[in-house]
């Protein structure tokens, strides 16, 4: 990709960017939040056409109209949100828009994606049914999509910001497998470390201009975070000690069903205390959304008690709760954390556009709205070409989260809960966010942090609650103890190898 440029209204995504990528490869490209990484992908996969440069694949220039024309130059992708039918099955996502005719055979394609699943070690069934598997498999469906249409140019966009720490490890290892078969992999991440794992190269990108192209194995990760985002960046979270004050959120005996209707959350009890941040560490899936649903109103408990601020909230609404100061970075930014065709203004006040200073009498104050929003968008550093007037869905995923926070955090509640809140972000934001949280902590908030990053929980807890199995394993300290022994108990293994 030779000199691209990609304006849109107000913004300058890709100003003069040159990629080259070589067969055989895992070329990452790093940059902040907004820097014009996915559009440029954007462009090389037909969703976008760029406004000046040349894309050359093999050698040959060509003209990307569609993804269409995309596949047929063997460009496949994999979108950080997937393009996925929950109701369908494996083989059925794959061979759609490939079918042909009017009569497809659908044993002859799954005998086919069985023999690539096979071929790769993505160990994914033809006949599953997308909503019954994780979000892992999800992924390695959209690997599939790529791989059946004989595509060796794989673009990755955040490919790991929904995956365990185990799911990761196994992404990371097929994408050896697919370079070492001749692919050529373009990696678009914020996560250094993933970078340094599998990537040869890495061109940088910085507020839509090409910073410069590294050799991965020669560059340090404090460099690359540098050349990002433009200054030095710090990996350890300063903080004094917690000052612990009184009891905010208490969980006594609580159960709750899944959605299957059996208990994810299994008789637990937790309390987290004004001026503290308790981190709850789990490997995904182990009653995390179940328990955080029960606090915030989302989802009905069956049995025990939630009290905020010595109130029992157990059966109150959801406006009930946050009237009363519970803030919720929730874990899907765009299913439960923003109306995506809203503009920016709308959502920054959606929790509270129905009372002063957002309304009077029923009649909204869009001067007001504005205000704040503008006010949020700045501190923050969310990005967006129209500033306030943005729809939500055309933001980045990273901005989408960065306006989220801005929301909760300006809300002054006085219990915060952060679900995965740096995921997605570049080093700089996460910097900035993991201060956030630790100065809502210091003016003597209480802060419930659930990540499935044991850096994060480490960073920046000051005591940490293990669940396994939808219960409550221990609560230590966070000095006192390691990685292994939290690891251990996220396996279910409590101290002394109970």
């Known amino acids: 990709m030779l000199g691209i440029r990609k304006e849109f209204p107000g913004i300058v995504a890709n100003d003069d960017i040159t990629l080259q990528v070589e067969e055989g490869e895992i070329h990452a490209i790093l940059g902040e939040n907004g820097a014009g990484k996915s559009t440029l992908m954007s462009i090389l996969f037909g969703l976008y056409h760029a406004d000046k440069g040349t894309i050359r694949v093999r050698g040959r220039e060509v003209d990307i109209k569609s993804p269409n024309d995309a596949f047929d130059l063997g460009i496949g992708m994999v979108h950080q949100h997937f393009q996925l039918v929950h109701n369908f099955t494996v083989a059925e996502n794959i061979i759609m828009g490939k079918e042909g005719g009017f009569v497809y055979d659908i044993r002859k394609a799954s005998r086919k994606i069985k023999e690539i699943s096979e071929r790769y070690g993505l160990s994914i069934e033809p006949d599953m049914v997308i909503e019954d598997i994780t979000v892992g498999m999800q992924q390695r469906v959209e690997i599939l999509k790529m791989l059946y249409r004989d595509a060796d140019i794989l673009i990755f966009d955040e490919p790991t910001a929904v995956l365990t720490p185990q799911e990761i490890d196994e992404l990371m290892q097929i994408m050896r497998n697919l370079a070492a078969e001749g692919k050529s992999i373009i990696l678009i991440t914020h996560k250094l470390d993933e970078i340094k794992a599998v990537a040869s190269k890495c061109t940088i990108i910085r507020r839509g201009k090409l910073v410069g192209v590294v050799d991965v194995a020669t560059t340090s990760v404090a460099d690359m975070a540098a050349a990002m985002v433009g200054r030095p960046v710090s990996f350890k979270v300063d903080k004094a000690p917690a000052r612990i004050g009184k009891p905010i959120l208490e969980i006594e005996h609580l159960n709750v069903l899944n959605s299957k209707k059996v208990l994810g959350v299994k008789d637990f009890s937790l309390t987290v205390h004004g001026g503290e941040i308790v981190g709850l560490a789990g490997v995904d899936g182990n009653g995390q959304t179940e328990l955080v649903e029960a606090i915030s109103g989302l989802r009905k408990a069956e049995s025990g008690a939630i009290r905020f601020n ?14 009363m100061g519970l803030g919720h970075i929730p874990e899907d930014r765009q299913k439960r954390g923003l109306i995506l065709a809203a503009p920016l203004s709308e959502n920054m006040v959606i929790k509270e556009f129905d009372h002063e200073p957002f309304s009077h009498k029923g009649i909204l104050d ?6 704040y929003s503008e006010k949020i968008i700045e501190k923050f550093d969310v990005r967006s070409g129209e500033g306030v007037d943005s729809l939500a869905g055309k933001l980045s995923g990273g901005n989408q989260q960065k306006a989220i926070i801005g929301r909760e955090i300006t809300a002054d509640p006085d219990l915060l809960i952060a679900v995965q809140p740096t995921r997605g972000l570049d080093v700089g934001a996460i910097e900035f966010i993991h201060q956030q949280l630790v100065a809502e902590r210091d003016r003597g908030k209480a802060v419930f942090l659930v990540s499935f990053e044991l850096d994060e929980i480490f960073n ?14 221990d609560i230590v300290d966070t000095a006192s103890t390691d990685e292994h022994a939290v690891g251990l108990m996220m396996a279910g293994i409590r101290k002394g190898g109970e």
């Open 366 to 371: 869009n001067d007001a709205i504005r205000s």
């Open 460 to 473: 920046l807890s000051d005591r940490i609650a293990v669940i396994s199995g939808g219960r409550l394993i």
């Open 310 to 323: 010595g109130r029992d909230i157990t059966s109150l609404s959801i406006a009930e709760r946050n009237a």
